[in-house]
């Protein structure tokens, strides 16, 4: 899905905005059209009512904003050993296979269906994330012929290195994104 279509708007919105579109769009069908036809003109609006379900279980799932900050405050307090366990039950809990690399800038290689996934995470509490880390991590990524790279951040990417990231698609795991994966290695 296109990063800037309609649903995928959608999605990263409210669940509300798109249960509200569809009602407009079902209200102007019934209004507009004959009424033999009106209902199944309402019908275009199904895609929208699915959409809102959709972002809506996402949202239900997702922390809090107090949780989000509660959960970054713990993971800026933790040694590296327990912010990596932590990081290993998430991803376990979400299906992947865990492997603790610590070589050069990779820290962990997961594995799920069939794709490879090489994550630095070692940096997480670096005030400032420059680029040479990045580029570590995509010669890393290319050398082991992976399908993607993560990168893990407390905080925000340098004014260069959030480019370079963008540019070689490397997956910057920061802010609520990393709540979330946290979360999830929760009881």
Same mark, same amino acid.
């Given at each position: 899905?296109?990063?800037? /279509? ?5 999605? +990263?919105?409210?669940?509300? &905005? /798109?249960?509200?579109?569809? #009602? %407009?769009? @079902? ?8 009424? !033999? ?8 609006? @199904?895609?929208?009512?699915?959409? %809102? ?10 922390? /809090? ?26 991803? +376990?809990? *979400? %299906? ?7 070589? %050069? ?5 997961? *594995?799920?269906?069939?794709? @490879? @996934?090489?994550? /630095? ?5 670096? #005030?400032? !994330?420059?680029? *040479?880390? &990045? ?21 925000? &990417?340098?004014?260069? #290195?959030?480019?370079?990231? +963008? $540019? ?8 609520? $994104?990393? #709540? ?8």
């Amino acid at each position: 899905m296109a990063p800037n /279509s309609l649903f995928a708007i959608l999605l +990263r919105s409210r669940w509300w &905005l /798109s249960f509200a579109l569809a #009602a %407009g769009v @079902t209200l102007v069908c019934m209004l507009a059209l004959p009424a !033999h036809i009106a209902p199944f003109g309402a019908l275009a609006a @199904t895609p929208l009512w699915v959409v %809102g379900c959709i972002a809506a279980w996402r949202q239900l799932r997702a922390p /809090s904003p107090a949780q989000v900050e509660r959960l970054l405050a713990e993971c800026a307090s933790q040694p590296w050993r327990g912010f990596a366990q932590q990081l290993e039950a998430a991803w +376990r809990a *979400e %299906g992947y296979g865990v492997q603790a690399v610590n070589q %050069g800038p990779v820290d962990f290689r997961l *594995e799920r269906a069939g794709q @490879t @996934t090489l994550v /630095s995470a070692r940096r997480w509490k670096a #005030a400032v !994330h420059g680029v *040479e880390p &990045l580029r570590e991590l995509e010669a890393a990524r290319v050398r082991a012929s992976a399908a993607k790279a993560v990168y893990i951040a407390l905080q925000p &990417l340098g004014e260069n #290195a959030a480019p370079y990231a +963008r $540019d070689q698609q490397l997956v910057v795991l920061a802010g609520a $994104d990393l #709540a979330a994966l946290l979360a999830k290695a929760r009881p």
